[in-house]
């Protein structure tokens, strides 16, 4: 049995933060939500403006993106088998629960984020559904390649160029699969965040020369890791 | 040289219809968004409670659907060179631009959908990015498929499954390949729409026993798709 372990990587799933609580697209923003700006998620669409000056703003306030791959994957059914983890822009770790059935409206999943960073947990019917984890990046890796065989594939640009038809998994080697994605629009992974990474030696895959979003990856590796699978099953 | 066209059918992409205009949860929206009714975008995420008495009411309100989707198509390079066309739940056509760059945030495409609807057709620098075309699904399948050799498939629960793997071309047989992807939540699609499209000889193909939703089944298809056309392409 193969254990899939999804982490998405600096996702931007962030309080406004505080050095911009005054600027007036975030007053008005709180005024009309009725919430302290402490208590609502950055969202460049309502608060590009005040974002001007934040540091690393080109990767900040787009949750959207996150969303999507989020529903990518716990809408196909190898998702829905798998361990699914959100690693912040800044450094908050947010487990998922199995096959869960997330918000598909972006403003219903944006107050979802909200209530999850206020209260550190969403539950329904007694049972945690999402939760910010006791862990940091290096901590969750650990956690997550416990017997250090895990089979870790890095998602980059920079990394080995598939060729394209099939991911290659050695399932003799190792029951734990962990993937690494990147959650943001532009520009490279954190330097620290490589750093941890790479204390784990990941292997670094490429899907081709251009640069694509993070839902092209997202839904490409699923289908790949669905036709992989398939072919062990089948004995192809 | 292949040309593929994809076709959405029954998008949720209507304005609020008259019958509930006078409705509190659509007055109050209206009231926020300083727009009329007639110029909002049936959304149940806002309107649920007065959309309890539609027809078909469990098909509609879903803009979201069609939104995940399209950004899907245009996020693959397989998308960014294939002809698209929604075809929307009150009859509409609505064709895109090849490659567009769709708004990524929900609230901005249901504004530009309610633009479209309003205006006909969204222009940027002296091009038409989208249009509501002069045609209905009828007349659009006879224009996607002029010598009538086109390979058109559905996908449809209750189609033929697919070995998993790939999807069969004969690009022998044809140039030309259309694709009809339902884009509503839940049920079959309308009767008639059915008819129209039966009279076109189409290819009913599902992706497995289980019910799946328009995002999955999108990303599926554009993945298997991709691997057909690299197959071809080197040979194998």
């Not at 998405?8 to 309080?15: D, H, Q, R, T, Y």
Request: contains cysteine; proline residues 5%.
């Amino acid at each position: 049995m193969l254990n899939i372990t999804f982490i998405f990587l600096e996702a931007s799933i962030e309080p406004i933060p505080e050095s911009i609580w005054n600027h007036p697209a975030v007053q008005k923003d709180s005024k009309r939500r009725k919430r302290s700006p402490a208590e609502i998620l950055l969202d460049d669409s309502k608060h590009h403006a005040a974002m001007k000056n934040l540091e690393n703003r080109e990767k900040r306030g787009r949750p959207d993106i996150i969303h999507m791959c989020l529903l990518s994957i716990f809408d196909s059914p190898i998702g829905g088998l798998s361990d699914v983890y959100v690693h912040t822009i800044d450094g908050k770790i947010i487990g998922f629960s199995k096959g869960l059935r997330l918000p598909r409206n972006y403003n219903r999943f944006v107050g979802l984020m909200e209530q999850l960073l206020k209260e550190g947990k969403i539950k329904s019917g007694g049972k945690t559904l999402i939760e910010i984890k006791d862990h940091d990046l290096e901590s969750l890796l650990r956690s997550v390649n416990p017997s250090q065989t895990s089979q870790i594939l890095l998602l980059t640009e920079k990394g080995e160029e598939l060729d394209g038809l099939q991911l290659d998994l050695d399932l003799n080697l190792t029951p734990n699969l962990v993937i690494l994605i990147g959650a943001f629009p532009h520009g490279d992974f954190d330097r620290k965040v490589m750093e941890s990474i790479q204390k784990f030696n990941p292997i670094s895959i490429s899907l081709g020369k251009r640069s694509y979003t993070s839902l092209y990856v997202t839904n490409r590796v699923i289908c790949l890791l669905e036709n992989s699978l398939r072919r062990l099953r089948d004995g192809r």
